[in-house]
């Protein structure tokens, strides 16, 4: 078999001892996390696993939130969530300090609650520019909320802007969903040199919670090589459990669901259940 045409990922290795300094002493106990969904590349399957990972928890009894810091509010949407009729957004709670308890709102999931995003939220990135401690609005936002939560999980735009940056520094962990094309490697090995620095700049807690492999196919060549690389990589980081590409993830935004609600049984949804499973056993794992 020819070598695999993509190169350059070569160069990046996980920093392991920063990774586990990070990881030891300031961790919050397990089911207390606040995990940034980041990927700087669009259509990857942040936001689907946004709603499908915060339902399949909220399934088993945790209690979730969804922050939507993606001006395309897919998220919102996807939850169910008009836009039109909501005060308050994630652009109140960063640019304007409005409290988060006063933007969160109710999903048609038990357990699992939303800060939705508004239109505005695509001129925060600027706006933010010029606001005092521009890096940690979302950071001191979520202090008074830690408690309330088991887990939030943060859907990130599509770059690296402060929007990301403010999930970042307010996050203990990334969990990044990873589509096994070419030019995926490239990226994640930008993505995490970038955790790296905001580590050292900003946030000590800060490492990879884990990659998760999205709209996997199977029947492709080329997903199954970059998928092993990816693993010989960064090893254990991978979730076993891989999301499999099915249509019906993909129909059930239209209908405002997630896909655990809009078709239980479909490969799609099995898959985010096993992926919560595995997300919960490792905690706990890490803390036995
Ligand atoms: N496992 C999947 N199978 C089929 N389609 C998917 C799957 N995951 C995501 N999609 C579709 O791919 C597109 C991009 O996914 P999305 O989660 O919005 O990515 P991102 O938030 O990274 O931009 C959406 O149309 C979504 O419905
Ligand atoms: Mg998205």
Not at 43 to 59: M, P, S
Request: proline letters at 5%; charged letters at 20%; one cysteine or more.
């Amino acid at each position: 078999m020819p070598a695999a045409p993509y190169s350059g990922f070569g160069a990046y290795r996980v920093n392991e001892a920063a990774q586990a300094q990070a990881a030891k002493g300031t961790r919050q106990p397990p089911g207390r996390r606040i995990l940034a969904i980041a990927n700087q590349k669009g259509g990857v399957g942040k936001t689907t696993t946004a709603i499908n990972l915060a339902t399949a928890l909220a399934a088993v009894g945790r209690r979730i939130l969804v922050f939507d810091s993606d001006p395309q509010g897919n998220a919102s949407t996807g939850l169910g969530v008009d836009r039109n009729q909501t005060r308050r957004s994630s652009y109140d709670v960063l640019v304007n300090q409005t409290p988060i308890a006063d933007a969160v709102v109710a999903t048609a999931v038990p357990g699992l609650f939303l800060v939705p995003s508004a239109i505005d939220l695509s001129a925060a990135e600027l706006e933010l520019v010029n606001l005092e401690r521009r890096e940690y609005r979302l950071h001191e936002a979520f202090m008074e909320l830690r408690e309330a939560y088991d887990y939030v999980l943060i859907d990130c735009p599509p770059s690296l802007g402060l929007l990301t940056l403010n999930a970042m520094v307010a996050a203990d962990g990334v969990l990044v969903p990873l589509q096994c094309e070419y030019l995926a490697l490239e990226g994640l090995s930008h993505l995490a040199r970038t955790i790296d620095r905001i580590r050292a700049g900003f946030n000590t807690r800060l490492y990879i919670q884990g990659i998760v492999l999205t709209m996997f196919d199977n029947r492709n060549n080329l997903s199954s090589l970059v998928a092993d690389d990816v693993r010989g990589y960064f090893g254990d980081k991978v979730y076993k459990t891989v999301i499999p590409r099915n249509v019906r993830v993909s129909e059930a935004p239209s209908h405002g669901k997630p896909v655990l609600l809009y078709d239980l049984r479909c490969p799609g949804s099995q898959a985010y259940i096993h992926l919560a499973g595995e997300i919960l056993r490792r905690e706990e794992g890490e803390w036995t």
